[in-house]
């Protein structure tokens, strides 16, 4: 008896349409935040060091992105 779980498996979304519209428009609204603010720290000539911090916004809109497509 094979205990692996990946043959004949079937994903069942775990939330409804409203949980996926909100973290589809969490995904947008982070996305629109990350892209404004690397554009302000990239043309007041900011470090480079301190656009790495839009790396959470940025992962933020991404997870957000993830969680929607996937329904989790």
Do not use: H
Not at 18 to 39: D, N
Not at 44 to 61: H, K
């Amino acid at each position: 008896m094979s205990t692996d779980t990946s043959e004949g498996a079937v994903c069942v979304a775990n939330i409804g349409p409203r949980e996926r519209r909100k973290r589809l428009m969490f995904g947008v609204t982070s996305l629109v935040v990350s892209v404004a603010g690397a554009a302000a720290l990239v043309l007041s000539g900011t470090a480079v060091a301190w656009r790495a911090a839009l790396f959470l916004p940025f992962m933020s809109a991404g997870l957000g992105f993830f969680q929607w497509r996937e329904q989790t």
